[in-house]
């Protein structure tokens, strides 16, 4: 999921952004958390980031402006939206938001910046679904694609995801030069490849990934490629 934080010191508007976001997500890829205060989203994000901050700017100290500008010192720094009812802090803000919206909201604009956001934030991300819930993990997240059958394990660090879906389908979701197929079988994320054999590969949680004759070749040149970045 995206963890999404709305900040805004009126009740009303507050409940407006995350009406239209509710609205928004009808897929349930959005985790929302409301702030009536912007050190109360600093504390919070310190403690586990967030991937989009929605910010009201005409708040008391720390506004969202001040308060975008310690976001995006993190380590891990959300994007940035900013919600105003003036268009003053457009050339200050610039390269700090992504996008600006303007009170009163309206659908349609809303509906597009979420669009360009969630796109933004999903480009190094691999989505999926099971049972009906949507999930996202980051590139670095991922070890390695296994297939059996019909159904896909995807390895991330701490757990494991059964997803229906083909090894060809999920390569094509994977950004091009960082995952590569050792085997007919699996999908291994290079990031992760420890030692290398003429036979197999093993990765740095300790996984074995056997390396097929027919794909050796093509495997080593996507490796090589991959380290001489």
Do not use: W
């Not at 009126?10 to 995350?18: A, F, G, P, Q, T």
């Amino acid at each position: 999921m995206l963890r999404v934080a709305v900040c805004d010191d009126e009740r009303k508007d507050l409940d407006e952004i995350v009406s239209l976001l509710k609205r928004y997500d009808s897929g349930g890829l959005l985790e929302i958390t409301t702030f009536f205060a912007a050190k109360e989203l600093l504390a919070a994000s310190e403690k586990t980031p967030f991937d989009l901050a929605i910010l009201d700017i005409e708040m008391e100290a720390p506004n969202g402006f001040e308060a975008a500008q310690m976001l995006l010192r993190q380590a891990k720094p959300p994007l940035i939206v900013f919600v105003t009812k003036s268009m003053a802090y457009t050339l200050r803000g610039y390269g700090v938001a992504f996008r600006y919206l303007v009170k009163p909201l309206e659908a349609v604009q809303f509906h597009s910046v979420m669009d360009a956001a969630v796109r933004e934030l999903l480009a190094n991300r691999f989505s999926f679904s099971v049972d009906n819930i949507h999930h996202v993990a980051t590139m670095q997240e991922i070890y390695y694609f296994e297939v059996y059958k019909h159904y896909t394990t995807l390895h991330l660090k701490d757990e494991q995801f059964l997803i229906r879906s083909a090894l060809k389908d999920v390569l094509s979701q994977l950004p091009s030069g960082f995952f590569a197929m050792p085997h007919q079988s699996y999908i291994v994320n290079l990031a992760h490849v420890k030692t290398v054999s003429t036979t197999e590969l093993q990765l740095t949680n300790g996984a074995r990934i056997p390396i097929s004759r027919r794909r050796q070749q093509e495997f080593e040149r996507q490796l090589y490629s991959y380290l001489g970045r």
